[in-house]
Structure formats: C-alpha cells, structure tokens
C-alpha cells in the first residue's frame, strides 16, 4: 500500500469501477465482490447517491451516467427539446409524446411533450426505467445490431415493474424478434398499470438512435387505434431525422 494512499477514498471508486462493469449489483452483490462489510458498503453507496455518481433502482445500484458523459450519442450533440417535429407530431396525435435512448440496460428519457403540445415537460426528461420494461426501451433492442442485442440482453435481470412485464428472457427474445418485423413495439401496461405505450424506431445513416412513443391510459390506445398510431409515428420519426439531419 502507498504511503498516500486513502483507503476509504480507494473504496469508494472501487464501487464506481465496479457499477460500471456490472451494470447493477444489489448490496449484498457489491459486498461480496469487493469483500467489504455491508456497514462499510452502505455508507459508501449512501455518500456516492447523495453526490449524484450512484442512483438506486429498486433494491439495485447503478452509475448515474450523466455524471460520466458517456451517453449514447452520436457525433452531434443534439439538444432534443429545441427541435420542434415532435411538439407538431404529439399535437397532430393529440397524446402525449416521448423521445428516448438507450444507456446502457437503462432507457432514458431525453424529451417529453405533454398537452398542450408547445413546451417540453422537464419534469419527465431524465427519467430512467430497465430497457426491456418499456416500447421505447424494446424497440431500441428490437434494432439493435445481433451482438450488440446479446450483450445487453445478457446484463438484464428481467426486473418486473409491473405483473404485465416480461420475465422469461427465452420469450422476450422472440417478443423482440416480432417488434423488429413489424416496425413498432407496444407496451401493454408493462411500465405503469392503467398506461399503454406505442412506440417506433428513429434512425440515423441507418442506426438507431433513439425511439419516440406516445403513451396514453389504456382505454385510448385500443387495438383498433394501434395501426393509426403507428403510422403517424413513423410519419413522424421520418420528419424528427430530417430536421435532426438539417442540423447538422
């Protein structure tokens, strides 16, 4: 050991090099791979939430990304909320609409726009949920390059956030498979009770960047309606690349 080492310091980033290779361990999980005492652990994982490098989920810790600079961007740095397809998209629909990446095993909201369609909810940009528990999180996977999809999907615990979700990953594979055929993933109050969500792939130079959805309660996005809205979405999704592609 140096003679300038500090060790409690050494701990704590220990965690943080650690949630980064892990994407998400619960306490009893960190404590066993770095052999630390849970008192110790806790109070390390505490200190490292409230400064913002660390966020909980559940019973799970993870790197709050946004802390590191290291999010799914592509060669631009896009401000999402001062492009103005989406609030004429969500006002066209007449439902709430949202934009979202993939960090991650995280899904991230980056833009939200709610009635009446002509300024950002920022109370609902940065929310994060599991990938797999929403259509904006599937549709992302759904296009995802064969590998890249594996590896992701591999890191996954198929956490539930309500009893609708997924939990068996053999399923899910095939669920992914019939998103990707279709064009669109739909989330039958998989994230929140009472929520239905439809949601499209947007793409960049033939990848995929990000997804936009509309969500609504359930008895508004009914099977019938289902088609409608995704055809208008992918109307949509073609405008929001145009828009993003006039700005580079």
């Known amino acids: 050991m140096s003679q300038y080492e500090v060790t409690t310091l ?23 791979h770095l ?49 103005t397809t989406p609030y004429k998209v ?39 949920s599991f990938i797999h528990q929403s259509a904006l999180g599937k549709i992302i996977l759904a296009n995802l390059p064969s590998k890249t999809q594996t590896d992701i999907l591999r890191k996954l615990n198929f956490t539930k956030a309500t009893d609708h979700a997924f939990e068996d990953a053999h399923l899910f594979v095939h669920h992914l498979n019939v998103i990707q055929k279709q064009g669109y993933a739909f989330d039958d109050e998989e994230r929140i ?27 508004r996005i009914t099977k019938a309606k289902r088609s409608k809205i995704y055809l208008k979405l992918m109307e949509g999704s073609e405008k929001i690349t145009r828009e993003i592609e006039s700005l580079r």
């Open 10 to 32: 050494k701990k704590g980033l220990q965690i943080i090099e650690l949630l980064k290779e892990q994407n998400g361990l619960s306490l009893t999980e960190i404590t066993k």
């Open 35 to 83: 052999e630390l005492s849970k008192t110790t652990a806790f109070r390390m994982l505490a200190t490292l939430e409230e400064m913002g490098y660390v966020q909980k989920f559940q019973s799970r810790f993870e790197i709050n990304h946004k802390m590191f600079c290291e999010h799914f961007e592509r060669r631009i740095a896009l401000d999402w909320v001062s492009l």
């Open 90 to 128: 969500a006002k066209e629909i007449g439902e709430s609409l949202y934009i979202g990446k993939m960090d991650g095993t995280n899904l991230v909201t980056v833009h939200a726009v709610l009635a009446p369609y002509k300024e950002p909810a920022r109370e609902e940009i940065g929310n994060r």
């Open 193 to 219: 009770v009472g929520i239905r969500c439809v949601a499209v792939p947007l793409f960049l130079e033939g990848e995929i960047i990000a997804s936009i959805a509309i969500a609504a309660p359930a008895e």
